[in-house]
C-alpha cells in the first residue's frame, strides 16, 4: 500500500483512482523523482480515462509514496503505451 501526499490529488483523481492504476498499470517504468529519489511512473485507465501517477521511494522507510497524480490526453499516454 502506498502512502499519499496531498499534491497527489491536485488534478481530481481520487485515492481510489489512483490506487486502481498502481495495481492495474498499462505502463510503469523507473524515473527519478522530483528531490532524486528513485521512483516509478504509472500510466492506467481509471473511471475517468488514462492517468499518469509518480511515486518516489522514501529512502528513510522504503515507502512508496505518491506525490502527483494527473489525467492525460490519449495523445499523451501513446508515448507510453504504443501507437
Not at 492495474?24 to 499518469?52: C, D, H, K
Amino acid at each position: 500500500m502506498a502512502r499519499f501526499l496531498r499534491s497527489a490529488f491536485k488534478h481530481g483523481l481520487t485515492e481510489s483512482d489512483i490506487q486502481w492504476v498502481l495495481d492495474n498499470p498499462n505502463y510503469f517504468g523507473p524515473m527519478t523523482s522530483r528531490y532524486g529519489n528513485p521512483g516509478q511512473l504509472f500510466v492506467g485507465v481509471t473511471q475517468w480515462g488514462i492517468a499518469e501517477v509518480f511515486t518516489e521511494t522514501d529512502p528513510s522507510t522504503g515507502e512508496v509514496v505518491v506525490y502527483h497524480a494527473r489525467p492525460v490526453s490519449v495523445r499523451v499516454a501513446r508515448r507510453y503505451m504504443g501507437r
